[in-house]
């Protein structure tokens, strides 16, 4: 089992330049990941990725990629030349996320994030992403990439609200890289039982993100995370489990889907107390296996 962190937690955008930085900050916390958007991963210098990589491996620290796809990179388009041309921008960010080592992408990457302007069929928006994902892991598997299809609550998308409708999907597509995110968050809003989407999802999750209800890192409280730690024993996940508080007002995670619109930190909140919560966080969780 390995554990990862989202750059998003350190910053109250998605995205960044210290990632190499960040690399070094997320191993020093205790974590063997640190998770990135993948909205610069196109587009990087080859100077930025060198030092991505190689603080990589000086730190034995793992690069996740996620984040939500818009109308462009929407795989269930029902436009055809739509479709295929974002099945190709897909080819092209999984060949990036190899330069950079990354083995793991998870979002919303079937659909597109937080659109509702067109009308809605939901068995049409499944059959064309079924057959663009098929395409997809393809090249995925050519990368050794899991690419991992995100459940979200109703107010991000209409597509993936629950492990059910995951599952469904990825058994449509047939194909071992690709596979399911949960995310305790989502779950606590969509699933009836949060222990038994865990199980449904079974040998196809890929990934896990976990977070409070109101998105601060994990703690005690009334959400079942033993129940949901001895789910992911029962199936024997050993991937990763991503923590993705998201606690910064002010900027792109605010503004861009994470949608803070209030302080969740203390006022006089640093780097070294922000350090602090999220160790004591991740034993917490470590403490339930």
Known sequence: MKFGICYCYWSKNWEGTDY???IERARKCG?????????RTLTMPQKEIDEIVSASKANDVELYVSGGFGREEDLSQTDEAGRLAAVEKSKRLI???GKLGAHNFSGINYGAWCKFDRPIDKERSFEQAAKSLKEVGKCAADYDISWNMEVVNRFESYMLNTAEEARRLADMVDH??????????????????LAEAVRIAGNKLGHYHMGTNNRRPPRPGFLPWQEVVNALKEINYDRCISFEPLVRTGGSVALEGGNVWRDMLPKDANNAYLDKLIIESLAFIKGLF
Request: charged residues 25%.
């Open 20 to 22: 190499p930085q960040m």
């Open 31 to 39: 974590f063997d990941g640190l998770e990135i958007f993948w909205g």
């Open 95 to 97: 060949e990036a996320w």
């Open 176 to 193: 071992p890289n690709i596979n399911i995110l949960l995310d305790i968050f989502h779950g606590m809003i969509e699933e009836d039982d």
